[in-house]
């Protein structure tokens, strides 16, 4: 995020030092261009960084991600302090789920098509929050693993299970 503070910065002095030159070499064609013109050419060098990492920090993220790490769903919106997004509607959040792998035999020997997955949320501006997930692959359905402590035949048989539809993009990225 500093960073991005930083590329904001630099494109506003970028933008006025443009606004410079202008009022420079319009001052040896006779006319001078006004001083208003600097702030100006500042603020939409800072509004256009702005609008253009809007629209750009979900590919950001993407670029960024693990090979079996797939984005399988998007969420855009619209913001009355945004009247761009109006023309063009932007993501403002996103999940991605990476691949499975499989669970171990000695959990549950009977379910050998269960696989250990995390689900990443992505938010604009917001920490990564990472859900530890394990998908049923042979009967569709998901569960969350809540706890921090290993899983074990006795917490296996406590899991909560949600049924998921037999295309679901979680079910397709996770059971590949």
Known sequence: MIYEFIATITAGFGMAGIAMIIRHLTKFAGKQAPKWLIPIFAAIGILGFQIHQEYNWQQQQI?????????????????????WSYL???VIRFMA????????????????????????????????????????????????????????????????WQPLAADDEILQVVCQ
Do not use: H
């Open 97 to 160: 789920v990476e691949a499975g792998e499989p669970l171990g035999s000695d959990i549950n020997p009977t379910t050998a098509d269960i696989r250990r997955s995390n689900i990443y949320l992505f938010e604009r501006r917001i920490s990564t929050k990472i859900i530890p997930q394990l998908v049923n692959c042979q009967q569709p359905a998901i569960t969350s693993l809540t706890t921090k402590a290993p899983l074990s035949a006795a917490t296996f048989k406590q899991l909560q």
């Open 88 to 90: 063009k509607p932007q």
């Open 63 to 83: 670029d960024r991600l693990p090979e079996q790490v797939k984005v399988v769903k998007t969420v855009e919106g619209q913001a009355w302090y945004r009247p």
